[in-house]
């Protein structure tokens, strides 16, 4: 399953595992157990990774892990073939809403590029081009307030593009969105992916459609303890669309991975 290619590495798990000291019962809770995960980068396209499994099985931690925001308990994590550093950097996208209220849209998207210092005339070049691809031109002067959930969420997407342009980590970001904004967020992610240059998006969720309409490959979790149990490419067109989620192939993978999570 974790065989490595002639594909060059972007992010590696090594034996990696996560536990925590419980009090009340004297002893360590394992969330996670001798992890192993290899992602690789399929150059001038890059990599759209889905993680699949249901709710404590460590899918979240993942992200945390990679983005440096959590070390684990053991175990190594690989960047680009070597030992992660604090010197890179992920961007990653949560469940809530993550823009400052005190800005406006293009303050929030800037957000990130001033903090680097760019000098004013790339920032406003790169914001100004960020806001048109993620289709909030015309609102660059709202405050999140003033937006729909979908697009704050495009903010928090525009930002962290700017930010990192080489690894994205989403934590089911459309969680909140009513059903109609959902799918149509849905569309907007992957045809935006398919815009980037050599993007590697890892995604968590736990909707099954979801995850195959968004994926180049969906990982299975196992819980109790979190590990990988199944490594499932989908094999669909690059360019999709709501169409595509009627077509047997894709309803033959939505059954797959259920049949997966229904066996752990």
Same mark, same amino acid.
């Given at each position: 399953m974790f065989e490595n290619t002639y594909l060059p590495d972007v992010i590696e798990f090594k034996n990696v595992c996560q536990s925590y000291y419980d009090p009340k019962r @004297?002893?360590? $809770?394992?969330?996670? @157990?001798?992890? $192993?995960l290899l992602i690789e980068?399929?150059?001038?396209?890059?990599?759209?990774?889905?993680?699949?499994? @249901?709710?404590?099985?460590?899918?979240? !931690?993942?992200?945390?892990?990679?983005a440096g925001l959590q070390q684990p308990t053991s175990g190594e994590i690989l960047i680009n073939g070597k030992p992660r550093t604090r010197d890179f950097k992920a961007s990653m996208i949560f469940q809530r809403y993550s823009s400052f209220p005190w800005l406006t849209v293009y303050g929030n998207v800037e957000f990130g590029l001033k903090l680097t210092q760019a000098p004013e005339k790339e920032r406003k070049e790169r914001? %100004? @081009?960020?806001?048109e691809t993620v289709?909030? !031109?015309?609102?660059e002067n709202k405050y999140p307030s003033e937006l729909s959930g979908g697009q704050q969420q495009r903010v928090a997407i525009a930002r962290s593009l700017l930010c990192n342009a080489h690894v994205l980590l989403v934590d089911e970001p459309f969680s909140a969105l009513d059903i109609k904004t959902r799918l149509g967020m849905q569309e907007f992610l992957?045809?935006?992916?398919? %815009?980037?240059?050599?993007?590697t998006v890892i995604m968590? %969720?736990?909707?099954?459609?979801?995850?195959v309409y968004l994926a180049d490959e969906v990982?299975?979790?196992?819980? $109790?303890?979190?590990r990988i149990i199944d490594r499932i490419p989908i094999n669909l067109p690059m360019e999709r669309s709501k169409d595509i989620k009627r077509?047997?192939?894709?309803?033959?993978?939505?059954?797959?991975?259920?049949?997966?999570?229904?066996? $752990?």
């Open positions: @004297k002893q360590n $809770n394992v969330v996670i @157990k001798d992890m $192993n980068d399929k150059p001038g396209q890059g990599q759209f990774v889905v993680i699949l499994g @249901k709710s404590g099985c460590g899918k979240s !931690t993942i992200l945390r892990h990679i914001v %100004t @081009k960020m806001i289709g909030l !031109t015309g609102h992957r045809s935006l992916w398919m %815009t980037m240059d050599n993007i968590v %969720t736990h909707d099954i459609p979801e995850a990982w299975v979790m196992g819980a $109790n303890p979190g077509s047997q192939a894709f309803i033959d993978y939505v059954y797959q991975l259920e049949d997966r999570l229904y066996e $752990n």
